[in-house]
């Protein structure tokens, strides 16, 4: 059976390179379509884990307009300097109760780390998990690395071990455990007085922290908006330039004789059940009223379209041509090797086609 469309292989050549363009662009958009709908997953399981940060935030930053966003992200490293400075200026006044503290008579013992071997001190490190002193504190205090302290709780904490380590070492009527329990004392007195600073402190923090969170987000948002808007003007183009290209296979369509349906009828007999199916499937992707799914189906090809048997004369030509022929026992090919290629190709590309036409719509509609 021999089947002639009017597309000749320059036309299909050039019909092929355009479909080929589109569809490596629709690649690369569909990559963005994923990039961005992930994004917006993301941002929902976000918002819905009820972030203790945010909701510190969330009142003030509900109206606030994206608009501002980039000046607020200017701003954040001179808020993190500002943040600093502060913190700068709390350990300078725990620095001075730390003074106070060292200077007193009964801070002697605390100031250098317990001479362990020189006292004779053999179970220290079995009752003392963590040996602390004022020297190992101020060296802490005043690295200028990662090892150095972040905020003043921590030195605080330090602080207190050193006395709970005399404390837990030495026997409550011993002198060392009575000098670090009265200095304790004092020193909680004096960190009492400087707590609400430290509280308000970290309590700025926590704010800012998740306003600069949200800002982040914002800033998101805004990149995303615009990655999505500019998609769909993309999606739209390649939906435009993809439905030119099909009316113009269309066009180079011409009506098949009668004899050429004749021909059509007859080679879709011989299909096999699978190819069968996929050519009554060809027929319903252009005609919605057929059902191809039915147990007994009537194909009325005068009612199709040209398109419609431009690409099922295709299909029908390729697959008879990849099905083998019995004859005696024998399996014979049908054609060449390199007809079976062309008319491969062609099949392809018509499916191909509509496939990417409806992939693009559905893609726009995001």
Known sequence: ????????????????????????EVDKLEKQVIEVERHYES????QGSNSKGVSVV????????????????QDAPRME?????????????????????????????????????????????????????????????????????????????????????????????????????TLLEKFEDKWLQLLPKV???E?????EEAQTQLDNQHAQEMTYAKIA?????????????????????????????????????????????????RALGIVAENNPSFESTQVEVVLDLDAQSDYTLWRLQHFVKGALEDQPKICGGTTIDIDTEEKKTNSRKRREFCDALVNNLTKTRKLSNL
């Open 81 to 181: 300097t500002a943040a600093a400075k502060r913190m700068q200026e709390l350990m300078r006044q725990f620095s001075t109760i730390l003074r106070q503290i060292t200077q007193h008579k009964w801070a002697w013992p605390f100031l250098e780390p317990v001479d362990v071997e020189g006292l004779g001190l053999h179970d220290y490190y079995e009752i003392i998990d963590k040996p602390m002193d004022f020297g190992t504190i101020k060296n802490k205090m005043e690295a200028k690395d990662d090892t150095g302290y972040k905020n003043v709780r921590e030195i605080y904490a330090d602080v207190r071990l050193i006395f709970k380590n005399a404390m837990k070492y030495n026997d409550e009527k011993h002198d060392v455990h009575v000098m670090a329990k």
């Open 199 to 201: 509280a308000e402190e």
């Open 43 to 46: 941002a929902g399981n976000v």
């Open 229 to 277: 808007k500019d998609l769909a003007s993309e999606l739209d183009e390649v939906d435009l330039r993809l439905t030119k290209l099909k009316e113009m296979v269309i066009q180079n369509c011409r009506k098949l004789s009668t004899g050429e349906r004749k021909k059509l009828v007859t080679a879709l007999a011989k299909l096999s059940p699978e190819n069968l199916q």
């Open 1 to 24: 059976m021999e089947l002639h469309p009017r597309v000749d292989d320059d036309h299909f050549e050039g019909f092929r390179h355009s479909f080929d363009e589109i569809h490596t």
């Open 58 to 73: 969330k009142e003030k930053g509900r109206g606030k307009s994206l608009v501002g966003t980039k000046k607020l992200l």
């Open 203 to 207: 309590k700025r923090e926590i704010e």
